[in-house]
């Protein structure tokens, strides 16, 4: 039960912080005039938001590796044949979420906040750039998230958790 609670927190997290990012923060932004100052407010909500997207998806992943190794343990020869084809699809989305997730925050995040505090050089329009790619990721990973729970959804009706 509490892996179960654990891993709806880390969907809540990954996801709710995600919509709040694209959907809140992000066009919040628009509202301040000064380019440089924009950019710096993202680069520090940055420095806040990406260690928490990541603890969201790495949470949501590891507590379903846990409820899949007890799925194995219980479905026995069974567990290939009842989940592999559904199991297949979901780590492809796994590996293209976490991918993207480090490219976003450990590429793309770090390098914005580093230009916008002018300890690495890029002009305004370099760093908006970096900001829509950001952005873009960030979309990306919501509709891989939401495929990655429709499946997992499948998963458990799949094995007759539902």
């Given at each position: 039960m509490m892996m179960t609670l654990l891993h709806l927190f880390g969907i809540i997290?990954?996801?709710g912080g995600g919509l709040c990012f694209l959907l809140v923060f992000y066009p919040a932004l628009k509202a301040l005039?000064?380019?440089?100052?924009?950019?710096?407010?993202?680069?520090?909500?940055?420095?806040?938001?990406h260690p928490l997207f990541l603890f969201g998806i790495c949470l949501t992943f590891?507590?379903?590796?846990?409820?899949?190794?007890?799925?194995?343990?219980?479905l026995g020869s069974l567990y290939y044949d009842k989940i592999g084809r559904i199991l297949i699809w979901k780590f492809a989305v796994t590996l293209l979420i976490f991918l993207i997730?480090?490219?976003?925050?450990?590429?793309?995040?770090?390098?914005?906040?580093?230009?916008a505090y002018g300890?690495?050089?890029?002009?305004?329009?370099?760093?908006?750039r970096y900001a829509r790619k950001i952005w873009r990721s960030q979309a990306i990973n919501l509709v891989l998230l939401a495929i990655a729970l429709w499946l997992?959804?499948?998963l458990t009706k799949a094995v007759g958790h539902v």
């Open positions: 997290v990954s996801l005039d000064d380019p440089a100052h924009r950019m710096k407010v993202l680069g520090n909500a940055l420095r806040f938001y590891m507590t379903g590796a846990i409820h899949l190794t007890d799925l194995k343990i219980s997730a480090g490219m976003q925050c450990f590429g793309q995040g770090l390098k914005l906040g580093r230009m300890v690495i050089p890029g002009d305004l329009a370099t760093q908006e997992g959804y499948a």
